[in-house]
């Protein structure tokens, strides 16, 4: 009895590199299904993989074939209906691609492709970025790069340099024969003058023996020896690395009921694995508020139940001391995203667009506001439209409904041009 085993690399994922030559391919199509899948999806479930269609016409592969025109003589074997002269009527058929039934022609269905949580992201991510990100300094956790400096005496073979090697072999030779050849010279100019002056042959001889000696001395010098050897030489130097914060500022008063608070969460939830995703240095900071704001982790922002009146300023006011002490501007690029259903004291409305056109917007990069159940626009979103007026790095957008995350989510976040 025999027995196999398998002992190749990724064993379980044989048609991996495949898969990933097919979406290399078809990128574009990819790209159009997923954009396409997005509008009628909804944050229901992250952990989810989405099958998407792609055309069979989009499939098709180019092939060489005879152009139309011409006078051309075919056989076709097994002909027993056709002779010379005959037309040959062209048949009518369907396409394959539904409608009424048909008792002729084929096509070909279009191609259900499924993709995976993770490569689904990535394709909805790939053309999203966080505006305006420009302030860079050297992060706490100093990430580095490798660049070239010069050559070592040590290293591995694939980094030998070979000509600078020679370069010192030859310069070593140079070094240890330059006296033996200027030696060399002067005795083999000495026997020449012998040999036209007509000296004995034991005067030639012996001078003859140390030119040959001087040869040889010469000769043994090795023509690239270990100390030659240069190898390519590489250090690691601090990379800047750019920063930035998030501030998530989320309204769990009364007034946001269970439904409009999974919206919010639902879009906090796109927003931090945007992050996580795109960006190794980015801090994310999590306020709830009610009629009082409170800094809290990112277990407590999703799950916590807690709940009371509204005042939005007091989430405002506390993003605003954060900055101040933890993340100064002129290090930070600093981004804030607020989700609220509007719903506020209307004497504390105005001191929110006080706060944000004063004392925020000017050391901002970007803000998102992110009005839940907008049918009847309330004293925030009005005075909000004051403050977007003055600051075009200020956006507002409305969700109704969970199909409309995505679709906002993407407005707010899309590639400037």
Known sequence: MSQIIDRRLNPKHKSAVNRQRFLKRFRKQIRKAVSDAVDGRSVTDTESSEKITIPAKDLSEPV????????????????????????????DGGAGQGGRASNQGEGMDDFVFELSRDEFLEFFFEDLELPDLVKTKLA????????PAGFAKDGIPPNLHIVRSLKEAQARRIALTMASRRKLKELEKTLAELEEDGADEETR?????????????????????????RYRNRIKIPKPTTQAVMFCLMDVSGSMDQYKKNLAKRFFLLLYLFLSRNYERTDVVFIRH??????????EFFYSRETGGTVVSSALEMMRDIIRERYPSQDWNIYAAQASDGDNWPEDSGNCSRLLEEEIMPYLQYYAYIEIDNDYPLGLWQEYEKVAG??????MQAIDEPADIYPVFRELFKKKA
Do not use: C, M, Y
């Not at 706490?140 to 490798?146: D, F, G, I, L, P």
């Not at 001889?205 to 023509?223: E, S, T």
């Open 64 to 91: 060489f074939h005879h152009g139309p025109g011409g006078r051309r003589e075919i056989i076709h074997p097994g002909n027993k209906d056709f002779i010379t002269g005959d037309r040959i009527p062209r048949p």
């Open 140 to 147: 706490k956790e100093v990430t580095h790069k490798s660049v």
């Open 205 to 229: 001889r012996d001078l003859q023996k140390k030119i040959d000696l001087l040869k040889a001395k010469i000769a043994a010098v090795p023509f690239i020896d270990t100390l030659d050897l």
């Open 290 to 299: 009610h009629t009082v704001a409170k800094e809290v982790d990112e277990e």
């Open 390 to 395: 003055h600051w075009p790095n200020f956006a």
